[in-house]
């Protein structure tokens, strides 16, 4: 069934619902693949370190703690950094904003092979995070300029894949870089993933100012009734919704479902990062030692979370409801992981453990996001979705940094991933007694 049988434009005409749909069609195939193409190596960059680790470590003598708090520290300077990008952005434009963001990280990232010490590794880490500080929350944001709600579960969950992707990509790419060109011109395999994975951010932030327009309004490749579709149901979206008034940044603040959404955010982001981060290190843990078989084995659990990101996506969508979809893969996330310590000499069992919870954790991602713009009015999305992404990312840097701690205190991944997992367990409860008294669920339906 179509969304819209007929459609109200701002001129006054109706357009039927075939013409509603090739327009969405055609805005969708515009931006999606480029968004998705530019989120894969935004998160091979912020996540490579979790197979370099498996080399360098060695070379460089770091503990299973340095790394953890290292891979943290990456969000430290994205959470100080994110309110002020995404602000800027809603001034300056998507165009303008994803040059400079790509283009630092992209350098940055390349200069990570330099990194000889703990110190070192640290500093890196944390000005990678400033420089990518407002990517993710300002795509978000830019969705929301060329899509209603009632489509946006789709289109995010398509960003979203970009995520799972990297990890399918990342994982034989990465590994066959280390494993080939080891000693080549006498540098180590991570030096050389660090700098040929780097390197396409900067060509495609260069792509993105030339490719990009920041409103429909500004696309020279739609047509006037075209943009009538896109303007008006954003302009009937704004209209429908009781007292979304939007006053900026000050809106944002003090607008409390923020307030619960940062909540959530923090314990969905939690089990997120963890599988980004340690799935290399879970798989060679259970006994694959082979780093191109490590490597093939990750890309079967980030295909897993590209499933998960799709079809989790799409039913929340297609029923028009969040907080169940939510709840239930945060439930999943939480039983996968309290189960994966007697799985430990399996390796299929495992893997499997690991998949499930990659499309849960991918999946109530998405349905996450779907929540933030239906609840933020007019001018604050901008700054009230940086700021959900800036403080319940605190829960970027404490995954890590906590499996690292106590990996390093026990020996052993799992008891770290099952705090994880009741943080998981947490936000599906929050999300039942809290978000909806505070009205998210039924903005997000």
């Given at each position: 069934?179509?969304?819209?049988?007929?459609?109200?434009?701002?001129?006054?005409?109706?357009?039927?619902?075939s013409?509603?749909?090739?327009?969405?069609?055609?805005v969708?195939w515009?931006?999606?693949p480029f968004?998705?193409?530019?989120?894969?190596?935004?998160y091979?960059?912020?996540?490579?370190?979790?197979?370099?680790?498996?080399?360098?470590?060695?070379?460089?003598?770091?503990?299973?703690?340095?790394?953890?708090?290292?891979?943290?520290l990456?969000?430290v300077?994205y959470?100080?950094?994110?309110?002020?990008?995404?602000?800027?952005?809603?001034?300056i434009?998507?165009?303008?904003?994803?040059?400079?963001?790509?283009?630092?990280?992209?350098l940055?990232?390349?200069a990570?092979m330099?990194?000889n010490s703990p110190?070192?590794f640290?500093?890196?880490r944390?000005?990678?995070g400033?420089?990518?500080?407002g990517?993710?929350?300002?795509?978000i944001?830019?969705?929301?300029c060329?899509?209603?709600s009632?489509?946006?579960?789709?289109?995010?969950?398509?960003?979203?894949?970009?995520?799972a992707?990297?990890?399918?990509?990342g994982?034989p790419?990465?590994?066959?870089?280390?494993?080939?060109?080891?000693?080549?011109?006498?540098?180590?395999?991570?030096?050389?993933?660090?700098?040929?994975?780097?390197?396409?951010?900067?060509?495609?932030g260069?792509?993105?100012?030339?490719?990009?327009?920041?409103?429909?309004?500004?696309?020279?490749?739609?047509?006037?009734?075209?943009?009538?579709?896109?303007?008006?149901?954003l302009?009937?979206?704004?209209?429908?919704a009781?007292?979304k008034?939007?006053?900026?940044?000050?809106?944002a603040?003090?607008?409390?479902?923020?307030?619960?959404?940062?909540?959530?955010?923090?314990?969905?982001?939690v089990?997120?990062?963890?599988?980004?981060?340690?799935?290399?290190t879970?798989?060679?843990?259970?006994?694959?030692?082979?780093?191109?078989?490590?490597?093939?084995?990750?890309?079967?659990?980030?295909?897993?979370?590209?499933?998960?990101?799709?079809?989790?996506?799409?039913?929340?969508?297609?029923k028009?409801?969040?907080?169940w979809?939510?709840?239930?893969?945060?439930?999943?996330?939480?039983?996968?992981?309290?189960?994966l310590?007697?799985?430990?000499?399996?390796v299929?069992?495992?893997i499997?453990?690991?998949?499930?919870?990659?499309?849960?954790?991918?999946?109530?991602f998405?349905?996450f996001?779907?929540?933030?713009?239906?609840?933020?009015?007019?001018d604050?999305?901008?700054?009230?979705?940086?700021?959900?992404t800036?403080?319940?990312?605190?829960?970027?840097f404490?995954?890590?940094?906590?499996?690292?701690?106590m990996?390093a205190?026990?020996?052993?991944?799992?008891?770290?991933?099952t705090?994880?997992?009741?943080?998981s367990?947490?936000?599906?409860?929050?999300?039942?007694?809290?978000?909806?008294?505070?009205?998210?669920?039924?903005?997000?339906?």
């Open positions: 069934m179509s969304i819209a049988q007929t459609h109200p434009s701002p001129m006054g005409a109706t357009q039927p619902a013409e509603v749909e090739q327009t969405y069609r055609k969708t515009r931006l999606m968004l998705i193409i530019c989120y894969i190596v935004s091979l960059d912020r996540a490579n370190i979790s197979f370099a680790k498996l080399q360098f470590m060695n070379d460089l003598g770091f503990s299973e703690a340095a790394y953890g708090l290292g891979a943290g990456f969000f300077g959470v100080l950094f994110e309110v002020p990008s995404n602000v800027l952005m809603q001034r434009g998507a165009r303008r904003t994803l040059l400079r963001i790509m283009v630092l990280w992209g940055i990232s390349s990570m330099f990194v110190t070192a640290y500093v890196m944390f000005f990678l400033a420089a990518e500080a990517f993710f929350p300002g795509v944001y830019f969705l929301t060329w899509f209603p009632a489509r946006r579960g789709r289109v995010t969950g398509f960003f979203m894949m970009g995520a992707a990297a990890g399918i990509i994982g790419v990465s590994t066959w870089i280390m494993v080939h060109m080891s000693g080549l011109h006498g540098l180590h395999g991570w030096q050389w993933l660090f700098l040929l994975e780097g390197m396409p951010a900067v060509i495609l260069v792509v993105a100012y030339c490719f990009l327009c920041d409103k429909p309004a500004d696309a020279a490749w739609l047509t006037t009734r075209e943009k009538a579709i896109v303007l008006g149901d302009a009937a979206e704004e209209q429908q009781p007292g008034k939007g006053h900026g940044l000050r809106n603040l003090s607008n409390p479902k923020v307030y619960v959404g940062i909540a959530v955010y923090f314990c969905v982001l089990s997120f990062n963890a599988i980004g981060f340690w799935a290399p879970i798989i060679r843990d259970i006994g694959v030692k082979d780093l191109v078989d490590v490597g093939w084995l990750s890309s079967l659990v980030f295909l897993a979370g590209a499933l998960g990101t799709y079809f989790i996506g799409y039913s929340s969508d297609r028009m409801e969040r907080r979809h939510l709840a239930a893969s945060c439930a999943v996330v939480t039983l996968c992981f309290a189960l310590p007697l799985a430990h000499h399996s299929a069992l495992s499997a453990l690991l998949s499930l919870a990659a499309a849960a954790s991918y999946g109530s998405v349905v996001w779907t929540l933030p713009p239906s609840f933020l009015p007019g604050s999305k901008a700054g009230g979705i940086a700021l959900i800036s403080l319940g990312g605190i829960g970027a404490v995954s890590p940094t906590l499996v690292g701690a990996k205190s026990t020996g052993s991944i799992y008891m770290g991933l705090i994880l997992g009741a943080i367990l947490a936000g599906a409860l929050l999300m039942f007694f809290t978000t909806q008294r505070a009205g998210i669920a039924q903005a997000g339906r």
